[in-house]
């Protein structure tokens, strides 16, 4: 039959089950947004505050469901303002379909109103993108677009539409589209290098990355780990994906890692990485780290290979896939001492945080007693992210969403207001500094406007606490442009957005808003008010290796 290009765009959305797209509209995608109007009833339209806030939206909804998330934005600025979601997903290799129109096909390349060369602006940020000229190749490059951004390694796909190709016609057919199934070609010396590997190993540690979140490897992890019987660390984007309860798990590696994690993973005589690309962020210095082990990488890229740490053996292949041809082979491993040496370094080096005050780490711990574990957790960049990383115990993956790669200040409520759409059965809460909830606070009145009934959790120190930590501890302590100290009334600003507004400066008063906030099944927006200098231990300095993590006890100590 014969459709118009933006009655093509909605049927190839229906095809792919698509039922929740997060966009702004404008001029040039208005015969889509038209057609749009005609099926609210199979697809569900949030009109986000800005179009930065409906690329988070998708992202997030992306994170919690697993699901292609798809947003929509206009010529130029519109284009634009997708880009830092974009490549906020890019970062993190999530399922994105990002739909634009731009001006007419005899218009673009003359400078007209509102032409940006968006394909162009996001090609470095985009695992592949797409300007369609004519609309009898429209159908086929947005059912291109799901595939290539869910399969092998995931990532966003951008699509560009001229506004007189929404509005030409051409021959529609609906196609079903096919299963988008893992490769099953993982090579057989590869694994065999691999048992070896793991075989030899008298101090093996595994390192989770995104990966396994990604590949829905959690089962098979689970029973490879036991397998192997190894201590496990993860990196930021891995959480969840193997038990943060279990007594093998150690904590996160890296710069703000847990120090029986650093130590262990300094110490092992066999590193096995699933699904994790070595950022600097983990490694610190990466020239000695893990440098007494050999490293056994799986990953679906083959890109990552050798790329920031240098390996001894690599497996390319889905997790997934790769996992369970392991453990379908490998027979029980066994290292007790090993495991009771690392249990011992868990003893010693526990986390720990100011037992009396209101702070990052009790806030989100008594966000987790609440919860039960149970809640989709989001956060923005800083110091509460890494707090919401140590201190809440995932067990489940895709219930820690966060920038990672990129380290997006603003992402969070975005992609809190995209998780609750995709997992409305879920308590979604967004830990943010004060710093990143200014960046794209007017979310809330998305929150109000189609009633998303988010708890959006703003611990409020009064400064860019990451940079200020810093300043502190690297730069002589000259605060420069990291102060907040303004009239800004958060509580005010949520009640006048429409969302419930409350203050905790204790304990006690968190705790109580906190249980309120669970009970109102609406927009809630806590302010935290804690100490500006609080600060996230343990810490990697720039340069170092991460064996030398230390905290305030250690400085303390070198004082003395």
Same mark, same amino acid.
């Given at each position: 039959?014969?459709?118009?290009?933006s009655?093509?765009?909605?049927?190839?959305?229906?095809?792919?089950?698509?039922?929740?797209?997060?966009?702004?509209?404008?001029?040039?995608?208005?015969?889509?947004?038209?057609?749009?109007?005609?099926?609210s009833?199979e697809?569900?339209?949030i009109l986000?505050?800005?179009?930065?806030?409906?690329?988070?939206a998708?992202d997030?909804?992306?994170?919690?469901?697993?699901?292609?998330g798809?947003?929509?934005?206009?010529?130029?600025p519109?284009?634009?303002?997708l880009v830092?979601?974009?490549?906020?997903?890019?970062?993190?290799?999530?399922?994105?379909?990002?739909?634009t129109c731009?001006?007419?096909?005899?218009?673009?390349?003359?400078?007209?109103?509102?032409?940006?060369?968006?394909?162009?602006?996001?090609?470095?940020?985009?695992?592949h993108?797409?300007?369609?000229?004519?609309?009898?190749n429209? +159908?086929?490059?947005?059912?291109?677009?799901?595939?290539?951004?869910?399969?092998?390694?995931?990532?966003?796909?951008?699509?560009?539409?001229?506004?007189?190709?929404?509005?030409?016609?051409?021959?529609?057919?609906?196609v079903k589209?096919?299963?988008?199934?893992?490769?099953?070609?993982?090579?057989?010396e590869?694994?065999?290098?691999?048992?070896?590997?793991?075989?030899?190993?008298? &101090?093996?540690?595994?390192?989770?990355?995104?990966?396994?979140?990604?590949?829905?490897?959690?089962?098979?992890?689970?029973?490879?780990?036991?397998? %192997?019987d190894?201590?496990?660390?993860?990196?930021?984007?891995?959480?969840?994906?193997?038990?943060?309860?279990?007594?093998?798990?150690?904590?996160m590696l890296?710069?703000h890692?847990?120090?029986?994690?650093n130590y262990?993973?300094?110490?092992?005589?066999?590193?096995?990485?699933?699904?994790?690309?070595?950022?600097?962020r983990?490694?610190?210095?990466?020239?000695?780290?893990?440098?007494?082990?050999?490293v056994?990488?799986?990953?679906?890229?083959a890109?990552?290979?050798?790329?920031n740490?240098l390996i001894?053996?690599?497996?390319?292949?889905?997790?997934?896939?790769?996992?369970?041809?392991?453990?379908?082979?490998?027979?029980?491993?066994?290292?007790?001492?090993?495991?009771?040496?690392i249990?011992?370094? &868990?003893?010693?080096?526990?986390l720990?945080?100011?037992?009396?005050?209101?702070?990052?780490p009790?806030v989100?711990?008594?966000i987790?007693?609440?919860?039960?574990g149970?809640?989709?957790i989001?956060?923005?960049?800083?110091?509460?992210?890494?707090?919401?990383?140590?201190?809440?115990?995932?067990?489940?993956?895709?219930?820690?969403?966060?920038?990672g790669?990129?380290?997006?200040?603003?992402?969070?409520?975005?992609?809190?207001l995209?998780?609750?759409?995709?997992?409305?059965?879920?308590? %979604?809460?967004?830990?943010?500094?004060?710093?990143?909830f200014?960046?794209?606070?007017?979310?809330i009145a998305?929150?109000?406007?189609?009633?998303?009934?988010?708890?959006q %959790?703003?611990?409020?120190n009064?400064?860019?606490?990451?940079?200020?930590q810093?300043?502190?501890?690297?730069?002589?302590?000259?605060?420069?442009?990291?102060?907040?100290?303004?009239?800004?009334?958060f509580?005010?600003?949520?009640? +006048?957005?429409g969302?419930?507004?409350?203050?905790a400066?204790?304990?006690e008063?968190f705790?109580?808003?906190?249980?309120?906030?669970?009970?109102?099944?609406?927009?809630?927006?806590i302010?935290?008010?804690?100490?500006?200098?609080d600060?996230?231990?343990p810490?990697?300095?720039?340069?170092?290796?991460?064996?030398?993590a230390?905290d305030?006890?250690?400085?303390?100590?070198e004082k003395?």
């Amino acid at each position: 039959m014969q459709l118009t290009g933006s009655q093509i765009v909605i049927e190839c959305l229906k095809e792919q089950g698509v039922d929740t797209v997060f966009g702004y509209p404008g001029g040039a995608i208005l015969n889509v947004y038209d057609e749009l109007y005609k099926h609210s009833d199979e697809i569900n339209h949030i009109l986000t505050s800005h179009e930065q806030g409906a690329a988070h939206a998708a992202d997030g909804y992306a994170r919690a469901t697993g699901k292609v998330g798809v947003c929509f934005a206009t010529s130029g600025p519109g284009a634009t303002n997708l880009v830092t979601g974009i490549a906020t997903a890019y970062m993190d290799s999530i399922p994105v379909v990002a739909i634009t129109c731009n001006v007419g096909v005899s218009l673009l390349g003359k400078d007209s109103f509102q032409e940006i060369d968006i394909a162009g602006v996001t090609m470095p940020i985009t695992k592949h993108n797409y300007i369609v000229k004519d609309v009898k190749n429209l +159908a086929d490059t947005i059912r291109k677009a799901f595939v290539i951004a869910k399969s092998g390694r995931p990532g966003p796909v951008l699509i560009d539409i001229p506004k007189d190709v929404t509005a030409n016609k051409a021959e529609y057919q609906k196609v079903k589209p096919g299963l988008c199934l893992p490769s099953w070609e993982v090579k057989e010396e590869e694994i065999s290098g691999a048992l070896k590997m793991i075989k030899e190993a008298k &101090k093996p540690y595994i390192f989770v990355g995104g990966g396994a979140v990604l590949s829905g490897a959690s089962e098979e992890l689970y029973t490879f780990v036991k397998k %192997v019987d190894a201590p496990v660390t993860d990196s930021l984007m891995g959480k969840g994906a193997f038990p943060g309860t279990d007594r093998l798990y150690t904590g996160m590696l890296g710069m703000h890692g847990t120090k029986t994690s650093n130590y262990g993973v300094s110490e092992c005589d066999l590193l096995i990485v699933l699904g994790a690309r070595f950022s600097d962020r983990v490694t610190g210095n990466a020239k000695k780290f893990a440098k007494n082990a050999k490293v056994l990488q799986i990953d679906v890229d083959a890109a990552e290979m050798n790329k920031n740490v240098l390996i001894t053996e690599g497996v390319v292949g889905d997790l997934k896939v790769a996992l369970r041809i392991l453990n379908e082979r490998l027979e029980q491993q066994s290292h007790p001492q090993w495991i009771e040496k690392i249990m011992d370094y &868990k003893e010693r080096y526990p986390l720990s945080y100011h037992p009396k005050e209101l702070t990052g780490p009790y806030v989100v711990e008594e966000i987790y007693r609440q919860t039960e574990g149970k809640a989709i957790i989001v956060t923005e960049v800083g110091q509460h992210q890494m707090w919401a990383a140590q201190y809440y115990k995932y067990t489940q993956p895709r219930t820690f969403l966060t920038s990672g790669g990129l380290g997006t200040m603003g992402y969070g409520l975005g992609a809190s207001l995209g998780a609750k759409m995709g997992m409305p059965g879920k308590t %979604v809460v967004n830990i943010a500094g004060d710093g990143c909830f200014r960046m794209n606070m007017n979310e809330i009145a998305t929150a109000v406007r189609h009633n998303i009934p988010v708890i959006q %959790v703003v611990i409020n120190n009064h400064v860019l606490g990451m940079v200020r930590q810093w300043q502190n501890l690297f730069y002589g302590q000259r605060y420069s442009a990291t102060v907040l100290n303004d009239a800004v009334d958060f509580v005010k600003l949520a009640e +006048a957005m429409g969302a419930k507004g409350i203050r905790a400066a204790s304990r006690e008063e968190f705790k109580e808003a906190f249980s309120w906030a669970l009970t109102l099944g609406k927009p809630v927006v806590i302010d935290c008010q804690i100490d500006c200098d609080d600060k996230v231990w343990p810490m990697v300095a720039p340069g170092a290796e991460i064996s030398e993590a230390f905290d305030e006890k250690d400085l303390e100590t070198e004082k003395k």
